[in-house]
T-cell receptor, first 114, second 111 residues
Framework: SQQGEEDPQALSIQEGENATMNCSYK?????LQWYRQNSGRGLVHLIL?????REKHSGRLRVTLDTSKKSSSLLITASRAADTASYFCATSPTNTGTASKLTFGTGTRLQVTL | NAGVTQTPKFQVLKTGQSMTLQCAQDMNHEYMSWYRQDPGMGLRLIHYSVGAGITDQGEVPNGYNVSRSTTEDFPLRLLSAAPSQTSVYFCASSGLQETQYFGPGTRLLVL
């Protein structure tokens, strides 16, 4: 079963607007990561936030983590058409013996229109 | 560095045939993994390896075998292909930073 569930499943916004997508998970984690997947391509790592961190920034990306609610959000500010992709959260559960073993959510499809 | 490479890019099999999906990385990563991605779904872990000679099952291991004889290579074998194995397969590797680097994927169609 999927550890992470993204919300919404699909999001359509106009260029320049902000996009927020959420991820909920079920078990204790070492870290939570966000990945982007362009159509027909492999996944590309965006950002990693550890369980003892609450917020992290990278360029136009802002990630928050609330371990008490087992949830995370990804904010993309000033979106561009090139941000059109699917976004996945992935968690590294603490009970798997290796921090590299990830469980992926079902993804949010983001469409940014001109 | 080439990163993570996968071959073939696309394959058509008949039910019952076997094949090996190749994966190689040149980043000296200890951790490697195989996922499958079905339409509208996230990635599901098939098998993974934390180093040469060590492999373990993921969420959906049935019908697949793996081996890790070298740090660089992590092939995935389909023993007897079934239509339910039609999917896109991704290989990934990870080092100490725990972020995963993905290959471009192999699209498999089983008739």
């Amino acid at each position: 079963s999927q550890q992470g569930e993204e919300d919404p499943q699909a999001l359509s916004i106009q260029e320049g607007e902000n996009a927020t997508m959420n991820c909920s998970y079920k078990t204790s984690i070492n870290n939570l990561q966000w990945y982007r997947q362009n159509s027909g391509r492999g996944l590309v790592h965006l950002i990693l936030i550890r369980s003892n961190e609450r917020e992290k920034h990278s360029g136009r990306l802002r990630v928050t983590l609330d371990t008490s609610k087992k949830s995370s959000s990804l904010l993309i500010t000033a979106s561009r058409a090139a941000d059109t992709a699917s976004y996945f959260c992935a968690t590294s559960p603490t009970n798997t013996g290796t921090a590299s073993k990830l469980t992926f959510g079902t993804g949010t499809r983001l469409q940014v229109t001109l | 560095n080439a990163g993570v490479t996968q071959t073939p890019k696309f394959q058509v099999l008949k039910t019952g045939q076997s094949m090996t999906l190749q994966c190689a990385q040149d980043m000296n990563h200890e951790y490697m993994s195989w996922y499958r991605q079905d339409p509208g779904m996230g990635l599901r872990l098939i098998h993974y390896s934390v180093g040469a000679g060590i492999t373990d099952q993921g969420e959906v291991p049935n019908g697949y075998n793996v081996s890790r004889s070298t740090t660089e290579d992590f092939p995935l074998r389909l023993l007897s292909a079934a239509p339910s194995q039609t999917s896109v397969y991704f290989c990934a590797s990870s080092g100490l930073q725990e972020t995963q680097y993905f290959g471009p994927g192999t699209r498999l169609l089983v008739l």
